[in-house]
């Protein structure tokens, strides 16, 4: 019998110390923690007394006379302590219940059980129950029938069962939560009663029960902003509205970080209003939707009951037509390419360099969210509008994106201001749940089946669903309301009461920084779930509180846009721009474009220099000098030349077309035949096509597959020729005792070759190679310590993979525009092991000015971390990318990244 207690005991005390260490570790509320503490001194200390008296006899005489009236013996010491065991053991049980299922004022109610945990409930209420009941009914033929062995066990099961109960609720990172409610107030002041749409979809298991995170809800009282009332928001106005407008009255630029799509408008809208209207001053806003917003700016005014400053347009033709008229424009609403092809074009004449002179504020939202070439034509636009304005008058940009790392401050190097992060500081907003989705199955198909599941059943019970594919998963027609196929929104607008998203790994930190800056709705607490496909990156990051801990360390990466502003190809076409609207002199193109680009303009005959001008100039001192520069005229145009803005590097392109003629994209023609391989399969515009055969002279002609069809990556291989010159971009620097790292810029003849295609990353296809040829730039990372090592190249391969996933979630582009290839033998004349960052577009679009020396350190970083976190030896589809778990190379490249 002793033996077996002992055994007993032991297993109990292993329970009762992963309970402690489970307390310790963080994963409890601050309620249930207090309350599991209490619980703790309670049942121990019942248990250790009544172990001591089983083994000692029964000696305590004097405390004995607390149970019982009558004679006292050792059977009645034992059964009277085994008695006080089994009470508190009871009392210990309901106060966990209690806590687990109520919670309290700052612990977040757990809304589902899995089956085990259901199972645990029904047996400590079915146990509980029938010891309340004996011992009220019989209590003396209860305890002294009872074996004391289990009596004096109990509280060690019941405090092992109260730890694995309550170590199972969800962890979040805020503790104060608005109650929950069962009705919410439309527009029109009626009160809906409306389902509980989390519950609804975890009865069905779609999505998982414990949240990623939840965001609290903090209540405010009514905002006497009326400007940011009609602009849309509720509650109290923003305390960054305030801030930005006095940054902005001093001549200085902002930038606004983290907010959702439909927030930003709010903000923004308000904020155009104060500045528009209070201030009587113009704007120049970049959008990437400008008549929805007009629109809403619109409906602002006419809830203030204000008239309109002046003019307000929303598209190129708007702006032409009102300065043609001698009219300045209030407010200019436009996308990228209107303002590059129409807007600065018309600045450049007498009326409209009245408009940029007048010291209008710029606003570029999202900036973040273009495609690199589209990116290149704002950063370009930007330098245009620049030279046109007048040395006296002040620029003023107010920029959104996400991110709060010093990559940020990259996001337009072209712009020649600071820009100051100014948080939103929202004052209310309503909680928000982030959960994840639950996917039976892997692939596209899976996660689109998924998807639709959950917006059927909350279709069903009508509540308002909205839906976001930046990740490109989701069929066209797959979702439609009464026949009619739902529009999706915008990637980050975060609408309606759910948001079903489909999030790829670039997203992941910017929708878990953005969700909690929620204006509030009408429809109150909002829940988000979203669907992130498979990948090592992703795996990583969704680990249970990993976000939480990148979030609380500032190490949560803001996805870099990438634009090329020194490709020769686009500064080419900006700088012939700028020569026909207005006459920079040779030192202003210099500054604002690149000297080179100056020199190829003049060489091929499409500028010529006219006379000189001379300009004062005054250094610190006070000393003044004349400065004397030729005027850059434009050459005479041909009809044939169009100079506007396109979405190929180059005017030479391909189009893409389906069977029935209808574009799907264009592809400069150099590239062509390795972007577009045979057999590929891809997405565009929430349909799936299949390139049955490559590039033609005619085209490139696409056909529509079955959405449940894998899209596919290629089998690719490069070669480059390092002699088109190089030059070390920065020195060698060192990062701990002896990793080194030195960055190298080359300016190479990329060769790259397609020999098949990996469908969903398996199943290879092969075929005859294809090739494409062309210059472009590359950012090699030398590894110094690596000098004289064998047997790595394996290793190198592993971790160049890796580093390609990890990428994704540093730049905005897509998986297919940038490589991260390992080369064993260096690069040019430097021998030594190096990764090689790959830019795919035609004279290179951005990657070697944004991976700077600490930026590609820090990729590096997170490519060991990933590959640590996971306890596998040689890899394995959790941290290893699938085309490098045959090279079972893990360790050794752990090793190439060991500081």
Request: charge should be neutral; glycine fraction near 8%; hydrophobic fraction near 40%.
């Amino acid at each position: 019998m002793n033996e077996a207690l002992f055994t007993i005991g032991a297993v109990l005390l292993l329970l009762l110390v992963w309970g402690v260490f489970e307390i310790t570790g963080g994963r409890f509320r601050r309620a249930r923690r207090a309350m599991v503490g209490a619980q703790l001194g309670l049942v121990v200390g019942t248990a250790a007394v009544s172990g001591w008296l089983w083994y000692s006899g029964g000696d305590a005489i004097t405390m004995v006379g607390l149970l019982s009236t009558g004679g006292v013996t050792d059977d009645l010491v034992r059964t009277g302590w085994a008695r006080l065991s089994l009470g508190l053991s009871g009392l210990a049980v309901v106060m966990s219940v209690l806590a687990a299922f109520c919670g309290g004022e700052d612990a977040e109610p757990q809304r589902s059980l899995s089956l085990i945990d259901k199972a645990v409930v029904a047996f400590i209420a079915v146990t509980g129950s029938a010891i309340v009941a004996c011992v009220i009914a019989m209590p003396l033929v209860w305890f002294n029938s009872l074996p004391l062995q289990v009596a004096s066990a109990t509280p060690l099961v019941s405090l092992a069962l109260i730890l694995w109960l309550v170590s199972s609720s969800p962890a979040v990172v805020e503790f104060k939560v608005s109650p929950k409610k069962r009705s919410s107030q439309g527009p029109e002041g009626k009160v809906d009663d409306y389902p509980d749409p989390l519950q609804l979809v975890v009865d069905k298991q779609l999505i998982l029960p414990r949240p990623v995170i939840v965001w609290p809800g903090q209540v405010s009282g009514q905002s006497d902003d009326r400007v940011w009332g009609a602009a849309g928001g509720l509650g109290l106005a923003p305390t960054g509205i305030e801030g930005a407008l006095g940054r902005l009255d001093g001549g200085g630029s902002v930038l606004v970080p983290d907010l959702p799509g439909d927030t930003e408008d709010i903000f923004l809208v308000t904020l155009l209003l104060r500045w528009g209207v209070e201030r009587s001053r113009r704007s120049l806003v970049v959008h990437p939707r400008p008549k929805e917003f007009v629109d809403r700016f619109t409906r602002a005014l006419a809830r203030l009951g204000a008239f309109r400053p002046g003019p307000i347009c929303q598209n190129g033709t708007e702006v032409v037509q009102c300065l043609r008229e001698r009219r300045l424009p209030s407010l200019v609403v436009v996308d990228t390419t209107e303002l590059s092809d129409a807007c600065i074009p018309e600045f450049g004449k007498d009326v409209g360099r009245r408009f940029v002179n007048s010291s209008p504020l710029m606003v570029l939202c999202r900036p973040d969210r273009l495609q690199p070439v589209e990116a290149t034509h704002l950063a370009l636009s930007c330098t245009r509008l620049g030279l046109l304005a007048d040395a006296a008058s002040p620029s003023r940009f107010l920029v959104t994106a996400p991110g709060t790392n010093p990559m940020l401050h990259r996001i337009l190097p072209v712009i020649s201001v600071e820009l100051t992060p100014m948080p939103a500081g929202l004052l209310a907003t309503d909680r928000v749940r982030l959960h994840r989705g639950v996917v039976h199955g892997s692939g596209a198909d899976a996660v689109s089946a998924a998807v639709r599941q959950t917006h059927t059943a909350l279709m069903k019970a009508g509540v308002n669903v909205r839906v976001e594919d930046p990740a490109g998963l989701l069929s066209h027609d797959m979702l439609t309301v009464n026949g009619v196929p739902k529009k999706l929104d915008a990637p980050g607008t975060l609408g309606g009461r759910v948001c079903l998203i489909t999030c790829c790994e670039a997203e992941i930190s910017v929708l878990f920084r953005a969700a909690s800056q929620r204006a509030r709705r009408p429809e109150g607490e909002q829940l988000l779930v979203w669907w992130t496909p498979h990948s090592p990156v992703a795996n990583y990051m969704l680990e249970e509180g990993r976000l939480v801990e990148l979030h609380k360390k500032n190490l949560l990466p803001a996805p870099l846009p990438l634009f090329g502003s020194s490709n020769r190809f686009l500064e080419e076409l900006h700088l012939r721009l700028a020569l026909q609207e207005g006459m920079p002199t040779e030192k202003e193109l210099e500054s604002r474009f690149t000297p080179e680009g100056l020199r190829r303009v003049l060489a091929a005959r499409l500028a010529r220099l006219g006379r000189s001008r001379a300009t004062y100039t005054e250094d610190d001192r006070g000393r003044r000098s004349v400065e004397r520069s030729h005027l850059v005229l434009p050459a005479p145009a041909l009809d044939e030349d169009r100079l506007e803005a396109r979405t190929t590097v180059t005017s030479a392109q391909v189009e893409v077309i389906d069977q029935t003629g209808s574009p799907v994209d264009v592809v400069d023609r150099q590239t062509a035949h390795t972007h577009y391989y045979p057999t590929r399969v891809f997405s565009r515009n929430g349909r799936r096509y299949e390139v049955p055969i490559g590039p033609t002279s005619d085209g490139i002609e696409v056909r529509l597959v079955d959405w449940s069809k894998a899209t596919t990556m290629p089998k690719l291989r490069f070669s480059f020729k390092s002699g088109y010159g190089s030059g070390q971009d920065e020195p060698a620097k060192r990062y701990g005792r002896a990793f080194q790292l030195r960055v190298t810029d080359y300016h190479v003849r990329l060769t790259e070759f397609v020999s098949g295609s990996i469908e969903g990353r398996r199943n290879p296809v092969s075929f005859d190679p294809v090739k494409a040829e062309y210059n472009t730039r590359i950012r090699v990372a030398h590894f110094a310590h690596l000098a004289g090592a064998r047997d790595f190249e394996n290793g190198l391969t592993h971790m160049a993979r890796l580093l390609d996933d990890v990428l994704i979630t540093q730049l905005r582009a897509a998986d297919e525009l940038i490589e991260a290839v390992g080369l064993p033998d260096g690069c040019g004349d430097d021998r030594t092991p190096a990764v090689a960052f790959i830019d795919r577009h035609i004279g290179g679009m951005g990657a070697v000015e944004s991976l700077s020396l600490d930026v590609v350190h820090e990729l590096l970083q997170w490519t060991k971390v990933i590959m640590q976190s996971c306890k596998c030896m040689d890899g394995c589809e959790l941290c290893t990318p699938l085309e490098a778990l045959h090279l079972k190379a893990k360790q050794k490249a752990i090793q190439i990244l060991e500081t």
